[in-house]
């Protein structure tokens, strides 16, 4: 049973849980979807993505890559971006680690024999008043080391948004997760910290001689 959120729940000034559903249900799963289909790829594990799968998204109203093209304009017309597409594998009918400040959305849907997103459910919502009031940038520069831009895993033609931060550095970590790091009150714990940064580092020597490819990417997370 998907959690039941009520259809008239504003998600925005002007839009609600409805609006959402009624806009995106029967849509494409992405508009850039055309010939390409069999290389759709999970955010989150780099598997394929098939049709007739169930899978589910993430949304955001906000982005961290404030320097792309498109940045400015979501802000502005706080629109619901999709930032990440999981796997059936990878679907969870709840956000990941909702984080304060931004308005998230996660959709469930099965997809039709031609990519359409059928069946389409809003499961759960943490609008930006709610969620643990962490810091993706900060905590990616910390655990990495390096500049939040200049991170090989967080390529400029991206978006981002919290959930994408989380995701990707639970994929690359092995022993510790992104919520062990994080304490509740949204500080940082030290001490897990330097085992994350330990971990990222070898992570980072395996890339590196892979050329930080995204099939050796996939490859590392499926065999963790
Ligand atoms: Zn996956």
């Not at 925005?12 to 850039?32: A, E, M």
């Not at 289909?37 to 993430?58: E, G, L, P």
């Not at 304060?100 to 469930?108: A, D, G, P, Q």
Request: charged share 25%; with cysteine.
């Amino acid at each position: 049973m998907s959690p039941q959120i009520p259809k008239n729940k504003q998600l925005s000034p002007s839009v609600t849980v409805g609006d959402l559903q009624k806009t995106l249900n029967g849509h494409k799963l992405s508009p850039d979807i055309t010939s390409k289909t069999s290389n759709m790829k999970c955010d989150y594990c780099s598997s394929k993505i098939f049709t007739n799968d169930k899978v589910s998204q993430y949304l955001c109203d906000d982005v961290l890559n404030t320097k792309h093209p498109k940045a400015k304009y979501i802000k502005e017309s706080n629109q619901f971006v999709q930032l990440a597409t999981y796997c059936s594998s990878c679907t969870s009918e709840l956000l990941f680690y909702p984080c304060r400040n931004y308005s998230e959305i996660r959709t469930v849907f099965k997809l039709s024999d031609s990519w359409d997103m059928i069946n389409l459910t809003v499961t759960d919502v943490s609008l930006n008043s709610d969620g643990i009031p962490w810091k993706p940038k900060q905590l990616s520069e910390k655990i990495s080391t390096i500049s939040f831009e200049k991170s090989e895993l967080i390529t400029n033609d991206n978006l981002w948004g919290p959930e994408n931060i989380y995701t990707i550095y639970n994929a690359a970590l092995k022993n510790i997760a992104v919520e062990d790091i994080i304490n509740y009150d949204g500080s940082i714990n030290n001490k897990k910290l330097s085992t994350a940064k330990k971990e990222y580092e070898n992570f980072r020597n395996i890339m590196g001689s892979k050329g930080f490819t995204e099939n050796a990417f996939r490859d590392y997370v499926k065999n963790k």
